[in-house]
């Protein structure tokens, strides 16, 4: 029980299949008590549907990543209804499905700064709000991928978010620290989640992925829960500003 007696906020749970519940029910088997942020109604009532596979009813709480005011009252509620926080989990990401399918020259400005908003700034803004509610230190994890480095087709201006997400990682880190905070980010490999089938081309790359990976495979989404896992609780405690693949061994392979 990794994680018994702690207390975990999971920002960007969207459905059963998304990689932040894979998260959630990470932490809740080994006896986390779960905050789960949601955007609107809509994905209130999904969460609500699947909330009954937790071994511990979580507190839900509207939380809009866009939205200064909305992060802060959510954190505001933690702090009325839960107390403190021991780890957080970031796994929001925003684009304009036209800046994903063009080419990246082509990305409106408005769709620039949506994407590097909800997908990057977002980070600051949880991390900035969970910031008084880890008194005694713990572990904020941001969800990213390997198009933060590498040109992938139709991830487009999502890569230059996620490389900003990266650095932000970083200087969160070096600043959250002298609290005992750690700030680590996951890159996961291809998964097949809902909003990733629908990325154009996604099927030929996941398989591609799986044949040209060290493994000669594709990675599971709870492979991926299980290294956030880790990340959120102490076992980890001496890493921070790191990006962590967990991806098959297919960053490491050569052409």
């Not at 909330?51 to 005011?69: F, G, M, Q, R």
Request: charged share 25%; hydrophobic share 40%.
């Amino acid at each position: 029980m990794l994680m018994q007696d702690r207390i975990g906020f999971v920002a960007g749970v969207a459905n059963h299949r998304s990689i932040a519940w894979g998260i959630a029910r990470a932490l809740d088997r080994e006896g986390a008590r779960l905050v789960l942020g949601y955007l609107g109604d809509r994905e209130k009532q999904g969460i609500e549907k699947i909330s009954s596979e937790l071994n511990n009813a979580p507190l839900l709480v509207p939380c809009d990543a866009s939205n200064d005011e909305s992060v802060e009252a959510a954190f505001a509620r933690v702090g009325e209804e839960v107390g403190r926080l021991d780890c957080v989990v970031h796994s929001i990401a925003y684009a304009k499905r036209e800046d994903l399918d063009g080419r990246y020259a082509d990305t409106s400005r408005d769709g620039y700064h949506l994407a590097l908003d909800i997908s990057a700034y977002s980070l600051n803004c949880l991390a900035r709000c969970a910031e008084p509610l880890m008194p005694d230190g713990g572990g904020i994890v941001a969800m990213t991928y390997l198009g933060s480095e590498r040109a992938i087709p139709n991830y487009n201006v999502m890569g230059v978010a996620k490389a900003a997400l990266e650095s932000g990682v970083r200087y969160l880190a070096s600043e959250l620290g002298p609290k005992g905070i750690r700030v680590n980010g996951l890159s996961a490999g291809p998964l097949k989640t809902l909003a990733a089938r629908g990325i154009r081309g996604f099927a030929e790359m996941h398989q591609q992925h799986g044949q040209r990976a060290a493994l000669r495979r594709n990675v599971e989404i709870d492979e991926v829960a299980d290294a956030a896992l880790f990340l959120c609780s102490n076992m980890s405690r001496g890493i921070t500003g790191e990006i962590i693949y967990v991806d098959a061994g297919f960053r490491i392979m050569g052409m």
